[in-house]
């Protein structure tokens, strides 16, 4: 079974093992379900989906991604966090310190709200440091850059690998669930 993440919710296909970040699933059953029939403005037959999964209850929220953060962006080589995140009202995270020695903390109320200013290749990171077990260290092989996606780069990323335990969900996934 795979889990999907984020509002971007998270997609899983292996057991959840136990850690700092965990994330409540529900499954996403009916597996080769027809298509939304009152969906006819679509090219595709969304929301047709020929498989069980799992997908978060709730989107990442600010105190999860915030653990992703102090895990592996001591210095931020990706650019995982966004200034935004703490000057804007729907930010949640400061960032303090400087390069090397970053330390990310949650706004006061903001630790179950949703978070924002998240790019799909900081979701695809997300899901890569879950599907490897959480680990902490620098941003690279093994945290954020393999995983359930392989990225190259600030910008160059596989498709959804084969055995992915934790993905971004799909248009149809998102969409069924």
Do not use: H
């Not at 393999?146 to 690998?161: D, F, M, N, V």
């Amino acid at each position: 079974m795979v889990k999907l993440l984020f509002g971007c919710a998270l997609l899983v296909v292996l057991p959840v093992v136990v850690s700092a970040v965990a994330m409540e699933m529900v499954t996403v059953a009916d597996p080769g379900n027809a298509p939304d029939p009152l969906n006819t403005n679509q090219v595709s037959n969304i929301g047709s989906v020929s498989y069980v999964y799992q997908i978060g209850k709730y989107e990442v929220d600010n105190a999860q991604y915030a653990e992703f953060l102090n895990s592996v962006a001591a210095t931020d080589t990706y650019g995982l966090y966004n200034s935004v995140m703490a000057s804007d009202v729907l930010g949640g995270i400061n960032r303090l310190g400087s390069s090397g020695s970053y330390t990310y903390e949650v706004k006061p109320g903001y630790e179950f709200m949703p978070v924002n200013y998240v790019s799909f290749y900081d979701a695809a990171r997300f899901a890569n440091w879950m599907a490897n077990g959480q680990p902490s260290g620098p941003q690279g092989v093994g945290t954020t850059e393999t995983g359930s996606y392989t990225l190259t780069g600030a910008s160059i990323i596989s498709a959804r690998q084969t055995n992915a335990t934790w993905v971004i969900p799909n248009e149809n996934e998102w969409y069924k669930a």
